[in-house]
């Protein structure tokens, strides 16, 4: 038998569709906070770096860990798990939390006024995906559970289009200078 006389009985599969895998870091848990540390600083001195100075990246570990801001952590997930197997899974993906991992948001609650995103890092291999999207259907359903009224973000410029397609609205703009000596 050549192989023009088979036929494939079993069709091809197709990778699975990768889903956003998001949870919540606990705020005072030193162990946590320093296995994902080598993963977030870097990009949290990217962002840090951006902000002429208005924060560094410790100063925002430091308030993730004392509960002043909080951190949410994404991966990339193709096993097609069901939700409630996410809070296990999640808690798996942290012992390597290098792999898969998408991105992460720092959120800052503000009590009546609602919930705002501190910062949002992807990975630039995500970053032409869907995954900005799901991450942040992610925040708001969690802002919706606080019972927050509104949800609001700070971003670069470049970035704007995107939330405005998600529905954000632009209500100011900030603006920094840096003072000569």
Do not use: W
Request: proline share 6%; aromatic share 10%; charged share 20%.
């Amino acid at each position: 038998m050549n192989g023009s006389n088979v036929i494939e009985i079993m069709p091809k599969a197709e990778p699975a569709r990768a889903q956003l895998l998001m949870g919540l870091l606990p705020c005072q848990n030193q162990y946590l906070l320093n296995a994902v540390a080598p993963i977030i600083l870097p990009a949290l001195k990217e962002l840090a770096e951006a902000s002429m100075g208005e924060f560094t990246a410790y100063q925002v570990m430091n308030d993730i860990l004392f509960g002043g801001r909080q951190l949410h952590m994404g991966y990339a997930d193709r096993t097609g798990i069901r939700p409630e197997q996410f809070q296990e899974t999640f808690a798996k993906k942290l012992q390597e939390p290098a792999k898969d991992f998408v991105g992460f948001s720092v959120i800052e609650p503000l009590r009546n006024a609602g919930f705002h995103i501190y910062a949002v890092y992807i990975m630039p291999e995500f970053r032409e995906t869907n995954m900005m999207q799901l991450g942040l259907a992610y925040l708001e359903a969690e802002a919706k559970k606080m019972g927050s009224p509104f949800i609001s973000l700070s971003t670069r410029h470049d970035a704007s289009g995107a939330f405005a397609r998600a529905g954000y609205v632009e209500t100011t703009s900030n603006y920094r200078k840096q003072l000569g000596g």
